[in-house]
């Protein structure tokens, strides 16, 4: 089975719309997104719907999402991300609303694991970046593959000899083999909010028939994204950082 895993589309629809013809092509049977379908940017209503028209997919809860639909309070976010989650709340429609609230924050099948931030206590939303994070993460899943978002960026932690980890920045096409008993993090990366200095989007395809995950970047129309932040009154801020991929 070719699994595409996703995050963080953050009502980007110019990467949504890309990252959805692209996985189209590459065979995949099945979608996982994890979280952050809005927040930012200006097309929420839109992202959720074409995230909810995918076959077969199962969608996470991500923090924004927890945030535009009142799980969280809003109020625990910086002005900025605030601002954009209270201009969001105005415009979900109420089967949008419904959507993201009923959302889980942990998916399960086998021995992989997927959350929007650590599975260890996924709704406290902490990032799986460091040693002691991943470390958590590894003894809290106990499953051999997973998968994570939240910051923004690829990556790829491995347990290495005596209990050392290794963190690997995958590039675009980079394939991970996969080997029985091994234990993997993989960071899917975020279509439509890049956080590691490239305005393109990332996603990964995990292919359990073959052991292996590929890493794929997508180039889309930044500017036009950027443009409709403008447009629609939204902090200048998220215009600016998406077209330096920040
Ligand atoms: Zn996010």
């Known amino acids: 089975m070719r699994i595409a895993v996703f995050s963080d589309i953050h009502a980007n629809l110019e990467a949504f719309e890309v990252f959805a013809s692209d996985a189209a092509r590459r065979r995949i049977d099945k979608y996982v ?4 379908l809005v927040g930012y940017g200006a ?42 989650i209270m201009w969001t709340m105005d415009r979900l429609t109420d089967a949008n609303r419904a959507f993201l609230e009923n959302l889980p924050p942990l ?25 002691a994070s991943a470390r ?47 234990r993997l993090v993989c960071n899917c990366g975020s279509v439509g909010q890049s956080r590691d200095g490239l305005p393109a989007g990332s996603y990964l395809v995990l292919d359990t ?22 447009s629609a009154g939204l902090p200048a801020f998220f215009a600016q950082r998406l077209l330096k991929g920040q």
């Open 136 to 182: 958590l993460c590894l003894w809290r899943t106990r499953a051999d593959l997973t998968f994570v978002a939240h910051t923004h960026r690829p990556l790829v932690i491995r347990p290495t000899r005596m209990l050392r980890l290794a963190f690997e920045t995958p590039e675009h096409e980079e394939v991970v083999t996969l080997t029985p008993g091994n």
């Open 107 to 131: 998916y399960r099948e086998g021995n992989h694991v997927w959350a929007h931030a650590s599975p260890f206590n996924p709704k406290a939303w902490t990032y799986v970046q460091d040693h």
């Open 209 to 230: 028939d073959a052991a292996r995950i590929e890493f794929i970047r997508f180039g889309y129309d930044v500017e036009k994204a950027a443009q409709k932040i403008h």
């Open 43 to 84: 097309n929420p209503n839109a992202c959720i719907e074409g995230v909810r028209a995918l076959p077969q997919v199962e969608v996470l809860l991500g923090n924004h999402d927890a945030a535009a639909t009142w799980i969280t309070s809003p109020y625990e976010m910086n002005t900025k991300a605030r601002e954009a």
């Open 33 to 36: 997104c994890l979280g952050d």
